[in-house]
């Protein structure tokens, strides 16, 4: 005869797992010591997992029963994780989005600035005493470094072009080297990109973003067309493939040009270039910093204990200050989110609290029946954690649909990440069993007598 366990009321199990055999009365074997201790540890976990698994089915239909006011309870604990939930979705997307988007220099390169990331006033006008970079910095760098598969270098300028009665403005005019498509990552849809003899022999000559190309020729091949920049006309020798834009910027605006003819038509005296330097991975990356760096200082006669007069400005950096940022957001949700929290705790612990109260000659049923005091606690407990969770994961599923109601209709990159929805579930759950800790064990300390004179 096996007897039920009920919250902790009868744990007597006859059927192998508490009692043996006795010798003599049958054929079995005595029972050792050992073997003895282990069917004991065997009665108690089994034991103990119908404890928790009858004590999880009662929370959940002590919520079944009280469906408005588990809801009504749940609603700060919802908005909390759907808050948290979402901040984190836009965080991550945004974040993935600027990688992608802005941070991305190309693979393993960096870049040699004169300003590099200036974030204030003070900054930028100490910044406007440093040497301009010039050709002689890029060629000296190119011809000297050994750690570097690459280096590059671009120019530019904001201009309007036209072809034929078609304009466009603010488009960007680049002069750059013929290994800076290569460095960048730039792809090439049609015709081909700049190569050094055009360098070499100033060509008028120029690659357009796709952007320009839409434009100008929209149902046209534009190779061998013509465009013109200000007072300049260039021929078009190839086509880029699609970036596409960034914070609602396009980032196929654009004509590049060699860098010799860009120097020898629309330089100007005050104007400094960018060079790129591209590592052979991502494991060298600061080994060739620390190199560009030595050669800059070198150059520029700088004291050893001297700052850098120039910038070294990787994708790291950019997600740095991009973190810096969005840091602020953060902190703004955690507050909105703990706000939500203790709001919906405290909500919990008055609704488990009247639980109590309304539950006293229950408790009191079952503390006569051998319940301990350690089961009415876990029972109260896991009602409260219960409860929290299934806010938790109402929460979870409401941001997931603000998360998809967003990604459909606006351009905000947004993607819920896995660590989101842990993290709130968890918070969520550890909410419940915090505020659920005082009426638990005034549940548990409530004196068996007193709680079956209590009115049903």
């Given at each position: 005869?096996r007897?039920r366990?009920?919250?902790?009321?009868?744990?007597?199990?006859?059927?192998?797992?508490g009692?043996?055999?006795?010798?003599?009365?049958s054929?079995?074997?005595?029972l050792t010591?050992?073997?003895?201790?282990?069917l004991s540890?065997?009665?108690?976990?089994?034991?103990?997992?119908?404890?928790?698994?009858?004590?999880f089915m009662l929370?959940?239909e002590s919520l079944?029963?009280?469906?408005?006011?588990?809801f009504?309870?749940?609603?700060?604990?919802?908005?909390?994780?759907?808050?948290?939930?979402?901040?984190?979705?836009v965080?991550?997307?945004?974040n993935?989005?600027?990688?992608d988007?802005?941070?991305?220099?190309?693979a393993?390169?960096?870049?040699?600035d004169?300003?590099g990331?200036?974030?204030?006033?003070?900054?930028?006008?100490?910044?406007?005493?440093?040497p301009l970079i010039?050709?002689?910095?890029?060629?000296?760098?190119?011809?000297?470094?050994?750690t570097?598969?690459?280096?590059?270098?671009?120019?530019?300028?904001?201009?309007?072009?036209?072809?034929?009665?078609t304009?466009?403005d603010?488009t960007?005019?680049m002069g750059?080297?013929?290994?800076?498509?290569?460095?960048?990552?730039?792809?090439?849809a049609?015709?081909r990109?700049l190569?050094?003899?055009?360098?070499?022999?100033?060509?008028?000559?120029?690659f357009?973003?796709?952007?320009?190309?839409?434009?100008?020729?929209?149902?046209?091949?534009?190779?061998?067309?013509?465009?013109?920049?200000?007072?300049h006309?260039?021929?078009?020798?190839?086509v880029?493939e699609?970036?596409?834009s960034?914070?609602?910027?396009?980032?196929?605006?654009y004509?590049?040009?060699?860098?010799?003819t860009?120097?020898?038509?629309?330089?100007?005296?005050?104007?400094?270039i960018?060079?790129?330097?591209?590592?052979?991975?991502a494991?060298?990356?600061?080994a060739t910093?620390d190199?560009?760096?030595m050669?800059?200082?070198?150059?520029?006669?700088l004291?050893?204990d001297a700052k850098?007069n120039?910038a070294?400005?990787?994708?790291?950096s950019?997600?740095k200050?991009?973190?810096?940022?969005?840091?602020?957001?953060?902190m703004?949700?955690?507050?909105?989110?703990?706000v939500f929290?203790?709001?919906?705790g405290?909500?919990i612990?008055?609704?488990?609290?009247?639980?109590?109260t309304?539950?006293?000659r229950?408790?009191?049923?079952?503390?006569s029946?051998?319940a301990?005091?350690?089961?009415?606690l876990l029972?109260?407990m896991t009602e409260?954690?219960?409860l929290a969770?299934?806010?938790?994961i109402?929460?979870?599923?409401l941001?997931?649909?603000?998360?998809?109601?967003?990604?459909a209709?606006?351009?905000?990159?947004m993607?819920?990440?896995?660590?989101?929805?842990?993290?709130?579930?968890?918070?969520?759950?550890?909410?419940?069993?915090f505020?659920?800790?005082?009426p638990?064990?005034?549940?548990a300390k409530?004196?068996?007598?007193e709680a079956?004179?209590?009115?049903g």
């Open positions: 005869m007897s366990l009920y919250l902790g009321t009868a744990v007597e199990l006859e059927d192998g797992l009692v043996a055999p006795i010798d003599g009365l054929g079995a074997p005595p010591a050992a073997g003895s201790v282990a540890r065997r009665a108690r976990f089994r034991a103990g997992t119908v404890t928790v698994i009858e004590t929370a959940l079944r029963a009280h469906k408005l006011r588990s009504l309870t749940l609603l700060g604990v919802i908005l909390a994780v759907t808050t948290l939930v979402t901040v984190m979705s965080v991550s997307g945004m993935a989005y600027v990688a988007r802005i941070a991305n220099l190309g393993n390169v960096f870049l040699v004169r300003f990331i200036i974030t204030s006033q003070d900054e930028f006008v100490k910044a406007q005493k440093r010039e050709m002689d910095d890029y060629e000296r760098l190119r011809a000297s470094m050994r570097a598969s690459a280096v590059a270098a671009e120019d530019d300028r904001n201009v309007q072009v036209r072809s034929g009665n304009k466009m603010n960007d005019v750059v080297t013929y290994n800076f498509a290569d460095v960048r990552n730039i792809n090439v049609q015709g990109f190569t050094q003899a055009d360098d070499e022999h100033h060509s008028e000559v120029v357009l973003g796709s952007d320009v190309a839409a434009k100008f020729f929209p149902n046209v091949d534009p190779i061998g067309k013509t465009v013109r920049a200000e007072t006309t260039y021929q078009v020798i190839g880029a699609a970036i596409g960034a914070f609602g910027q396009s980032q196929d605006n004509l590049m040009m060699p860098i010799g860009y120097d020898k038509e629309w330089h100007r005296q005050r104007d400094w960018t060079i790129f330097v591209q590592a052979p991975s494991e060298m990356m600061p910093e190199e560009a760096r050669f800059m200082r070198a150059w520029r006669h004291p050893y850098d120039f070294i400005l990787g994708s790291d950019i997600m200050l991009w973190h810096d940022l969005t840091g602020n957001l953060a703004v949700a955690v507050m909105l989110v703990s929290l203790v709001v919906g405290i909500v612990m008055n609704i488990m609290l009247a639980s109590v309304e539950r006293t229950e408790i009191g049923i079952r503390r029946l051998g301990r005091k350690k089961h009415i029972q109260f409260s954690a219960v969770t299934v806010g938790g109402l929460g979870v599923l941001a997931y649909g603000v998360v998809s109601l967003g990604h209709t606006t351009s905000i990159p993607e819920m990440p896995l660590g989101a929805v842990i993290v709130s579930l968890a918070v969520s759950t550890g909410v419940g069993l505020f659920g800790i005082y638990a064990m005034k549940a409530l004196d068996p007598i079956l004179r209590a009115d």
